[in-house]
């Protein structure tokens, strides 16, 4: 179970949360400013759009996403030891010695080197998407459904390349 997890459903199942609750907010946040010309009016103060308006939001979702996936790790193996305790009537101390010698370095590795990832792929989709918007309200929500099928998709084939990089054959 905390192998699937680390290796897999922590890193994925975060990302789409994360896709869903920011990249969502961060896509629409932004194609709205393009809409309504404030995108403009930053333009006119001289003020470099991307630096201001982009480049935090990529750092911010490069570093951020490591301590969700973490957590989300975290509980996903809690959620196994609840089950494994509850329904397999399995003792705890068993469960945690299983999921500590079962792991190894790579798996935690491969865990944190997605999140990085992901946390990029995320917010840079998510904000050059709905930088590029234009028109109306419509178009708004547009770009938002766009950069979070995007985020989703490039999230996927992400996780597939990394984990063929760090497991190869043993997927």
């Known amino acids: 179970v905390a192998l699937s997890i680390i290796r897999e459903l922590g890193p994925i199942i975060g990302s789409f949360a994360v896709i869903s609750l920011v990249g969502s907010s961060m896509s629409a946040e932004i194609a709205t400013m393009k809409v309504t010309e404030q995108v403009d009016a930053i333009k006119v103060l001289r003020v470099d759009p991307i630096n201001y308006l982009?480049?935090?939001?990529?750092?911010?979702?490069?570093f951020i996403m490591p301590f969700v996936i973490i957590l989300a790790n975290l509980f996903g193996i809690f959620g196994g030891l609840l089950m494994s305790k509850l329904v397999a009537e399995l003792n705890?101390?068993?469960?945690?010695?299983?999921?500590?010698?079962?792991?190894?370095?790579?798996?935690i590795y491969s865990s944190i080197v997605k999140a990085f990832v992901f946390g990029g792929i995320i917010s840079l989709s998510s904000t050059s998407i709905g930088y590029r918007a234009e028109g109306g309200a419509i178009d708004v929500g547009n770009a938002t459904t766009k950069a979070v099928v995007w985020a989703f998709v490039l999230v996927l084939f992400a996780n597939y390349f990394i984990s063929w990089l760090f497991f190869g054959n043993e997927i």
Do not use: C, E, Q
């Open 92 to 107: 705890a101390i068993t469960y945690v010695s299983s999921v500590w010698h079962g792991l190894t370095m790579k798996d």
């Open 54 to 62: 982009i480049a935090p939001r990529v750092l911010a979702g490069f």
